[in-house]
């Protein structure tokens, strides 16, 4: 490992500025994945900036029913929170389903959405990737693509966006608040990562020394009935082969709104609007379920890959979605 200088600063904006002046300075909060990339060579900052103690700890109530999710919240202190639970289950579910529990202790809201993919190629630093090592190659295509990506990806990259928590958090048009040197902002969640396209070594469109300091979740009603299903190739501790963060509203048998995404199959959390679109006003039954899925996932492209490939994702997914819109709906 490389040696690191490390820093403590008593605030946010002082870890901000140190941060942004210097390229090789990385923040560290919860370091559920930072370490284990400090310990594989696939980060070697110079500097590493302590922000564990610098954004907020709470979740506080919003006007009509929202939350503040301050970047410090522990993931397992999210799923546990009672208003988390019974007005955003699908987000309860979601982070529950992540990691272990000793890892959810550790990890934060801020840092969750920051992790990086699984792609083995990109942890095993003799092998060449343009994710960590720009214009050197993409070794995942042609090889090993049992988790990789069938929506979205590129000729650069293909790899999956691995967090649970992001899932959910694009289905419920949570909204990010960012502060950098120039001030604050806030990014829609669904705007935060990027696509591959030939910048994949770039995740997210967070500026260098750009921190997260809260995620807020807007008042959803909808939300109150929703739903996170995983599907892993072992049933805890791995992630998704494919996922579904759903919320339903259905009247006398039609679907009057819904809220989809989809993990383990893009460089980010894939909002399912095309989904959403076919599925408002349509009858509230398998085939129609159906159909939205199929809509989505019109533009799918399986890789082919030295372990079978990943074409098994998309009849996965279908009925993944169908599953979980069914029982959302029984539930209306
Ligand atoms: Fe690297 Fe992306 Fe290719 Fe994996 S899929 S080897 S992360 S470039």
Known sequence: ???????????????????SAD?????????TNLVDHLKLGVAEPGLLVDVTALTSREVADLDGGGLRIGAGVRNSDLAADRRVRERYPVLAQALL???????????????????RTRCVYFQDVTTPCNKREPGSGCSAIGGATRGHAVLGASEHCIATHPSDMAVAMAAL??????????????IPFGDLHRLPGDRPDHDTVLEHGELIT????????????????????RASYAFALVSVAAALDVDDGTVRDCRIAFGGVAHKPWRARRAEEVLRGAAADVRGFRAAAEAELADARPQDGIDGGN?????????????VLRELAEES
């Open 214 to 233: 809260a995620i807020d979740l807007p008042p959803s009603p909808i939300a109150r009935r929703s739903r996170y299903r995983k599907v892993r190739d």
């Open 173 to 186: 048009d949570a909204q990010v608040h960012v502060l950098g040197v120039d001030g604050e902002r806030t």
């Open 311 to 323: 074409a098994f994702k998309i009849p996965l997914l279908t009925r993944t979605l169908v599953a």
């Open 97 to 115: 389903s992540g990691a272990s529990g000793q890892l959810r202790n550790m990890a934060t809201t801020g840092g969750n959405p920051l992790q």
């Open 23 to 31: 390229p090789e300075a990385a923040f560290l909060a919860g370091g």
């Open 1 to 19: 490992m490389r040696p690191f200088t490390f820093e403590a600063p008593a605030d946010a904006a002082t870890a901000v500025r140190t941060v």
